[in-house]
């Protein structure tokens, strides 16, 4: 039986022949390494994969091939923010080949040893949190489906570290969140592979009114956070990329987390889950509650 | 550095009786910015807006600062004053130093350093002001007044009348509204119809006016000289261009005890049916809500007997999307429902009616045909109790006084009178009030020559017995309790804004009051504008009012629509968003939030590393951007901006309140 | 200076952590209260991580931390006040860091004095010294080995050994630290070079085809080459690589506060981003993959030319915490030509 790199190499190269892309967004494995690549109809395929480390939300390199005929794979996150971006008007699903996969569950990047034992393992503890979260591990709406289908377990109730901050007296969680702040370089990495802060500039680059200090500092990097969360508020698919490219280790995405579990609980939404779920913040009905609206 | 003019009006007293205006002007001329700053008694007057314009040219002004009232009083003044002195009138601001400083402030001291922060707010507001130029829009010649009672009526005529094309619209199958159930009228008796039908008969004929009754507006999109409006043409079953009005379906119709809603009850009617004799167009419809057919898909009788073959019964609601540059609303009133004053026992006592019924009894061409009786028994009624203020000038319902109910109350006193010539009749009032030509004297006619006995006080009690309705109450004249065994009571009750114009107002964005009522744009001197452009306001949608007034005021909306409708194009402000499509990424909150459609979807197209890039932006269609600011708000990545309200003047003026403080801070 | 050559106990490390404590601001690697390894102050020699594993943030910010205050206002009393900071009042010791974390200050120590003396970085180098632990093994992404330049301005670089710690002495600063206590070390005996170069061959960290003096005259023909849009597109334009970078140095400066008082401080900027430069005139690279050839081409062609070492020590965390795992070493030898395979296959169109 061919794996599921073989099968995947022998679909994007049809693709290419086919002349039905010109770019296919994907993942490459080099240098003990899995990282996403942008492959051309000349490119080697050899490297191209999909494995437990194919941690980032390739929708994130979507505006730089704005225009292209582009294939992508496709697990759930991806699956997830597409449909927000069709949402909200930025996709050009036309244009785009979703090539779905059977989603085996990333590995904690943080829990990997050195020797990458478990790569292996099927244990949910040494998953990332929002595999064991997921709802679907194959791509329902994949245009084309490499690999064989696989079923989804269960998936896990709540947000562990959250519920975790949550639980420490108010003082103390202040000091926590505090400390985190602290650690913050604002490399801004969270935000640029999240895949949802695609603004062309975003609020930390305005200085005509200068929101934010330049100057790093518990205050300035939680104003970062707490406004960029904001922004995601209703939007956010949870795909912890945030989080997991921090270079100093602050689970970022505790603060979007948050957002997420009010908005399931307030308003019964779950941001992504259908190409037409309307951004929660912008929609209105003439029957909302809000009497100011027009 | 800019040279901006301060100006400190005294505004009599005003202002500075409570502002030290001459020590806030000395201070204002030294803020940075400041060429020159002086005070005067009324900057508004004549002299007053002299010195501005000599001190302009004396000084180079750039920017004017002009602290005095509310720039809603004022705004369109001072503009006018910067324009003549070679400024634009957008670096033109207004302190408000009257009401948000003087009037609300006791204490002088605080008081002037206050004013002193306004003006230092807008002082840095203007330095950061671009010059802006109005925006110029064509109009759309044609006007849309909604409601054909007779403010509408009224409204509709005399814009006809200017030769601008009126579409009239109408909900219930016929224009008349209120007045056409009305009997006689006040002061001067004559026949409400008699005066009536004419003008809807003229309206019907008129060639510059489209009737669209049983019709609703469902939607309003644009703005002031070009708004495009959705109208839901209800279904009549009725064809009614095939129709001749021979009323042979209605006859036929074999439901013939539905209760009237033109007679309130007091008549009936039939499924397919013309609501009053003298109805324009005089044509019926059927109501499907009581149509037996619509409901056990049997019957047929209108059909059958119709020789036109004009029954429809495959009708649907239609939609027509027309374009209008202004509107007219004139939606009128209803009643409060009776029955919510449980005290009044209004539908438990089935001789406790409402004055509007009264009046459809009392016309001669109403359901008893102008006989007055008792709707228990058919008896004429000896002793008629009216109460006056039911519901109106009372905390636990309305506040307001409904204006009219003395005048009416009165009125029905003298026609009882005159129709049952040994009646008595008994008025509960708290007070009369009759300011109007000849209201006085008609009151005191009820009072003095019709023998109308006027009880000064509230009813405490009313409760059926024998047959006859007890009316307790206080003469809080003589003090003494009284108790009238009456045979029939009218209840005056307060007049509310129509059924719907909530939804009205919601549809047409503009703002009501706290009753409900729609908001006019100045209670003085905008009486009939909103403060919406280009929709105006007749009759007693805006408050409660007589037929006069509300005439009067159908008039002066339809002058105010000719006014707006006879230019080629109107300046509207030119204070817009604005886009800058290097940031925006097309996410179009903008589009969604936008209640006039203003934000539209564009593209822009940039070189990048020698490849063409083309990508989503928003652009805002300044005709319809209204300068609300929603959008501004609501842009993610920041890139709205509203001109006339740009960050930079924002933060300018925080920064200008924030100056006492730091001054404070550094102890300067 | 010549090198020179001492052996300091186990025992005697820890007594030299304790005494320089009193001397000196001690850094050395800890773990914070993530758990996460990080160049810290430990109180004491057991809070000290010996391990090969580098800290995600290098030990540059000692030098040049991430913001600086050059000068701090007070406005009052009708007046304003001014002042610079103060140059720091102790000496900096850094104990047992990497050594391609210490051998960076050297690097870049030739930019801040290079016409302009910068004060306040030269005035915190002249009170540091390095006292570096050598690796035992070379990580996944490290590639030290291919940089020459290396450790040779590192003030002292200890070499673990059995038991005791072999300590090579290669500046005037470094012997200071001996002499200061001199009765911890002792004379190291045999041959000891032959001792580092066995050392370094097991570790796996012996030099071998250095990365400067074979890519250097590649690169210089590869700006235009077409692979560049195809392998560093990825490129997210994140701080990371250049904050975390031992040599990276680019700064901004900036004003912040207002009226009352406030600083002008220097913040660390990267030429990644998309705002770089943006406050005179613009970000001229209008696309991504231009700003990482910048970063490339500026540490391994523009850098080395006018300063001679490549702006690199090969500590490899620009690749480790890397969101896309762009691989500096493996472009530099592709672009370099000493490459025919692009890193994971990928080619643009010819």
Not at chain 1, 247 to 269: E, H, K, M, T, W
Not at chain 2, 396 to 413: D, F, G, P, T, V
Not at chain 3, 273 to 278: I, Q
Request: hydrophobic share 35%; glycine share 8%; net charge negative.
């Amino acid at each position: 039986m061919a794996t599921i790199r073989e099968e995947l190499q022998a679909a994007v190269r049809r693709l290419f022949e086919d002349d039905k892309i010109d770019y296919f967004l994907g993942y490459v494995d080099d240098y003990g390494h899995t990282f996403p690549a942008i492959l051309t109809k000349d490119s080697d395929l050899s490297g191209l994969t999909f494995d437990r480390k194919s941690y980032n939300n390739l929708a994130a390199f979507l505006p730089e091939l704005r225009g292209s005929r582009l294939g992508l794979i496709c697990k759930q996150c991806e699956v997830r923010t597409l449909n927000v971006l069709a949402a909200e008007e930025q996709l050009e699903r036309e244009k785009l080949v979703v090539v779905g996969v059977p989603c085996p569950a990333m590995i904690d990047p943080r829990k990997l040893s050195a020797d990458e034992a478990e790569l292996g393992s099927d244990d949910p503890a040494l998953w990332q949190e929002k595999c064991r979260r997921c709802l679907e591990r194959n791509t329902p709406t994949a245009d084309l489906f490499v690999g064989e289908k696989i079923s989804t377990p269960t998936p896990a109730e709540g947000w562990p570290l959250l519920e975790e901050v949550e639980a420490k007296p108010a003082e103390e969680r202040e000091a926590w969140w505090r400390e985190q702040m602290s650690l913050c370089i604002r490399c801004y990495a969270c935000r640029l592979a999240c895949p949802l802060c695609y603004c062309h500039q975003c609020f930390v680059e305005d200085n005509k009114p200068q929101w934010l200090d330049k100057s790093v500092g518990a205050e300035n990097n939680l104003h970062y956070h707490i406004i960029r969360a904001i922004h995601l508020a209703g939007r956010c698919i949870e795909c912890q990329e945030c989080s997991r490219v921090c270079p100093v280790g602050i689970p970022v995405d505790v603060l979007n987390n948050v957002l997420s579990r009010d908005f399931a609980s307030r308003f019964g939404y779950a941001s992504g889950e259908t190409a037409e779920t309307k951004p929660a913040l912008v929609a209105y009905e003439r029957d909302d509650p809000e009497d100011f609206i027009l | 550095m800019a040279r901006i003019g301060v100006f400190v009006c005294w505004c009599g007293a005003n202002i500075a009786s409570t502002v030290d205006v001459e020590s806030v002007a000395e201070a204002a001329s030294r803020l940075p910015g400041v060429a020159f700053a002086t005070d005067y008694k009324y900057m508004c007057s004549d002299p007053g807006q002299k010195a501005i314009l000599e001190a302009a040219q004396e000084h180079r002004l750039d920017g004017l600062v002009v602290a005095a009232c509310s720039p809603r009083m004022h705004e369109p003044t001072f503009r006018q004053v910067a324009a003549e002195a070679g400024i634009n009138p957008f670096r033109m601001q207004m302190a408000n130093i009257r009401e948000h400083c003087s009037w609300v402030h006791a204490d002088r001291e605080e008081a002037t350093a206050k004013a002193l922060d306004a003006i230092r707010m807008m002082v840095a507001r203007v330095a950061q002001s671009e010059p802006l130029e109005p925006i110029k829009v064509p109009v759309t010649r044609r006007a849309l007044v909604i409601g054909g009672g007779v403010a509408g009526i009224q409204a509709a005529l005399d814009v006809a009348d200017g030769g601008v094309e009126t579409i009239l619209v109408e909900r219930t199958p016929s224009i008349g509204g209120k007045m056409a159930g009305l009997d006689e009228t006040f002061p001067t008796l004559d026949c409400s119809q008699c005066i009536l039908t004419p003008k809807m008969v003229d309206a019907s004929r008129s060639e510059f006016i489209k009737l669209y009754t049983y019709c609703e507006v469902e939607k309003v999109d644009g703005s002031v000289g070009n708004f495009k409006v959705t109208l839901r043409k209800k279904a009549k079953y009725v064809n009614h261009e095939l129709c001749n009005g021979c009323g042979d379906c209605f006859h036929k119709c074999p439901y013939k005890k539905i209760p009237s809603e033109f007679d309130y009850g007091v008549g009936n009617r039939t499924a397919i049916y013309v609501p009053f004799p003298q109805a324009v167009p005089n044509k019926p419809v059927i109501d499907r809500e009581t149509c037996v057919f619509f409901k056990t898909g049997k019957c047929r009788a209108c059909e059958k007997v119709c020789l036109r073959n004009a029954i429809d019964f495959e009708q649907e609601d239609e939609f027509e999307e027309i374009d209008v540059g202004a509107i007219i609303v004139a939606t009128g009133y209803d009643i409060l429902e009776p029955a919510e004053m449980a005290e009044f026992r209004y539908g438990a006592i089935p001789d406790v009616i409402t004055g509007l019924q009264f009046e459809r009894m009392s016309s001669a061409s109403g359901p008893t045909e102008g006989k007055i009786v008792r709707p228990s028994d058919g008896e004429e009624p000896k002793v008629v109790v009216f109460v006056h203020c039911v519901g109106s000038r009372d905390e636990n319902y309305k506040e307001y006084c409904s204006k009219i109910c003395c005048m009416y109350n009165a009125k029905h006193a003298i026609i009882l009178k005159h129709r049952i010539h040994d009646a008595q009749a008994y008025l509960f009032y708290i007070d009369v009030r009759a300011g109007g030509k000849g209201y006085e004297e008609f009151w005191k006619r009820a009072c003095v020559e019709e023998g109308a006995e006027y009880l000064r006080g509230r009813v405490s009690r009313l409760y059926d017995e024998n047959g006859k309705v007890i009316v307790e109450g206080q003469d809080t004249l003589s003090g003494e309790q009284v108790e009238v065994v009456a045979d029939l009571v009218v209840l005056a009750t307060a007049m509310v804004p129509a059924k719907g114009t909530e939804e009205m107002a919601r549809i047409l964005g503009v703002s009501t009051d706290k009753d409900g009522f729609f908001n006019e744009a100045h209670p003085k001197l905008r009486p009939v504008d909103t403060a919406t452009g280009g929709i105006f306001l007749a009759g007693a949608c805006q408050a409660p009012k007589d037929i006069p007034e509300s005439v009067a005021q159908g008039s002066a909306a339809a002058a105010k629509a000719l006014g707006l409708l006879t230019k080629e194009e109107i300046t509207r402000e030119p204070t817009v968003a604005v886009v800058d499509p290097f940031i925006c990424t097309g996410c179009w909150n903008c589009v969604t939030v936008c209640p006039f459609g203003a934000p539209e979807k564009s593209e822009i197209t940039m070189t990048i590393d020698g490849r063409k890039v083309t990508r989503p932006v928003s652009e805002i269609n300044e005709g319809k951007c209204e300068g609300c600011g929603l959008c501004v708000a609501s842009c993610p990545g920041n890139c709205i901006d509203q001109r006339g309200f740009s960050d930079d003047q924002v933060y300018a003026e925080l920064g200008g309140y924030l100056e006492r403080l730091r001054a404070a801070l550094t102890h300067e | 200076m010549d090198a020179e050559y001492y052996k300091l106990s186990a025992e005697n490390a820890a007594g030299l952590f304790e005494r320089a404590r009193a001397d000196y601001d001690v850094v050395a690697k800890t773990r914070d209260a993530n758990g996460n390894l990080v160049y810290g102050r430990p109180v004491s020699f057991e809070d000290v991580a010996f391990v090969d594993e580098q800290p995600p943030m290098s030990a540059k910010a000692f030098a040049l931390p991430q913001n600086e205050t050059l000068v701090r206002y007070e406005r009052g009393g009708g007046e304003i006040r001014a002042e610079t900071p103060e140059a720091p009042a102790r000496d900096l010791l850094l104990f047992g860091v990497n050594v391609c974390d210490a051998a960076a200050f050297d690097i870049i120590d030739r930019v801040f004095q290079w016409d302009y003396l910068d004060d306040p970085y030269l005035a915190r180098r002249e009170r540091t010294t390095q006292l570096a632990l050598a690796c035992t093994a070379l990580q996944r992404d490290c590639f030290c080995n291919r940089i020459s330049y290396a450790e040779d301005g590192v003030d002292a670089v200890a070499y673990p050994r059995e038991g005791h710690y072999l300590v090579k002495i290669q500046t005037d600063n470094g012997r200071r630290l001996v002499e200061r206590y001199r009765n911890l070390f002792a004379e190291a005996d045999g041959d000891p070079e032959t001792e580092i170069t066995s050392f370094l061959e097991k570790a796996g960290t012996a030099k071998r085809e250095p990365l400067l003096e074979t890519a250097q005259s590649g690169l210089a023909g590869a700006f235009e080459h077409a692979d560049w849009e195809i392998l560093a597109s990825t490129c997210i334009g994140c701080g990371i690589c250049t904050y975390t970078c031992p040599t990276c140095h680019c700064f901004d400066i900036q004003d912040e506060g207002g009226y009352v008082g406030g600083r002008r401080l220097r913040t660390w900027d990267h030429c990644t981003g998309r705002t770089f430069t943006a406050m005179p005139a613009h970000q001229p690279r209008d696309r991504q993959y231009k700003r990482y050839r910048q970063r490339l081409l500026h540490k391994f062609w523009y850098y080395p030319e006018r300063f001679g070492p490549v702006l690199c020590t090969g500590c490899g965390r620009c690749i480790t915490h890397c969101p896309v795992k762009i691989n500096i070493k493996e472009l530099v030898e592709y672009f370099g030509g000493l490459s025919d395979a692009p890193p994971g296959g990928r080619r643009h169109a010819p």
